[in-house]
């Protein structure tokens, strides 16, 4: 079975009664990795993801076979990686356990993708990619990423934000916009290109979506009624979301 410690060690949010965070508390690694589910996030995001990251992901094993065909025919031509073969089942494999990028660990990221095929389904293969996926820094999981860059939860991003939350995991140190705009620019224009050549969005949702300027900032998570929030953390060890009255 696949080791989910990681998958498992979440952020602990306090709630007010409406839902509005209060304070969110880091995992025990001092990550920010708020749980996030299939069925918590917003569609259209989903869409986007699995259409600019791996388009057979409904249909394939873990192993995309025509996505490998089409990465090793592209490096024989240019002499170089083009593009890459993982599916988003692979890169779960590589979140809950990472290795050095080799050969090696190529090969068993491909077994062990078929594994969690066979163990898991599509919606939890989703949701562990949801919660882990790295963002910048100490940022993991859309639903911390949403709060951290847009102030909003995954269910209210525009088409310009979804795009940018697709992108960000490829390079997250090399394409957080709070630090590096132009190629977290070009980043986002990349998936709204994508994104309009499967006509998943219109020439103007494309167009109104690249002239939306981008976030420059990284946000602070909430730490409202911070006693309140620990003591409610104290007393509920296992739970990873407490809604109050407040």
Same mark, same amino acid.
């Given at each position: 079975?696949?080791?989910l410690?990681?998958?498992?060690?979440v952020?602990?949010?306090?709630?007010?009664?409406?839902g509005?965070?209060?304070?969110?508390?880091?995992?025990?690694?001092?990550?920010?990795r708020?749980p996030a589910?299939?069925?918590?996030?917003?569609?259209r995001y989903?869409d986007?993801?699995?259409?600019?990251?791996d388009?057979r992901f409904?249909?394939h094993?873990?192993?995309?076979?025509?996505?490998?065909g089409?990465a090793?025919?592209q490096?024989?031509v240019a002499?170089?990686v083009v593009?890459g073969?993982?599916?988003i089942?692979?890169?779960?494999v590589?979140?809950l =356990?990472p #290795?050095?990028?080799?050969?090696?660990?190529? /090969? $068993?990221e491909?077994?062990? @993708?078929?594994?969690? =095929?066979? #163990?898991?389904s599509?919606?939890d293969i989703? /949701? $562990?990619y949801l919660?882990? @996926?790295?963002?910048?820094?100490?940022i993991?999981?859309?639903?911390?990423?949403s709060?951290a860059y847009?102030?909003?939860p995954p269910r209210q991003?525009t088409?310009?934000?979804?795009a940018?939350a697709?992108a960000l995991?490829?390079?997250?140190?090399?394409?957080?916009p709070?630090r590096?705009?132009?190629?977290?620019?070009?980043?986002?224009?990349?998936?709204?290109k994508r994104l309009?050549?499967?006509?998943?969005i219109?020439?103007?949702e494309f167009?109104?979506?690249?002239e939306?300027?981008?976030?420059?900032?990284?946000r602070?998570?909430?730490?409202?009624?911070p006693h309140?929030?620990r003591?409610?953390?104290?007393e509920?060890p296992?739970?990873?979301?407490?809604?109050?009255?407040?």
């Open positions: 079975p696949p080791n410690q990681r998958f498992e060690d952020s602990r949010t306090i709630r007010a009664s409406d509005t965070p209060l304070r969110v508390f880091t995992s025990t690694d001092g990550s920010w708020i589910q299939f069925s918590e996030i917003d569609p989903i986007f993801l699995i259409t600019y990251e388009k409904w249909s094993h873990g192993v995309d076979p025509l996505a490998i089409r090793l025919g490096w024989i002499g170089r593009s073969a993982s599916t089942t692979m890169q779960v590589r979140l =356990e #290795r050095p990028r080799n050969l090696l660990s190529k /090969s $068993i491909v077994v062990r @993708a078929i594994q969690l =095929e066979k #163990r898991f599509k919606q989703l /949701s $562990i919660t882990l @996926a790295p963002f910048g820094g100490n993991e999981g859309i639903k911390a990423a709060l847009f102030n909003k991003l088409i310009a934000e979804a940018l697709v995991p490829q390079s997250p140190s090399i394409y957080r709070d590096h705009r132009e190629n977290a620019r070009k980043a986002r224009r990349k998936v709204l309009h050549e499967v006509e998943k219109s020439a103007r167009e109104e979506a690249e939306t300027p981008l976030v420059t900032q990284r602070r998570f909430p730490f409202l009624s309140l929030a003591r409610l953390r104290l509920n296992n739970a990873t979301d407490v809604r109050t009255h407040i």
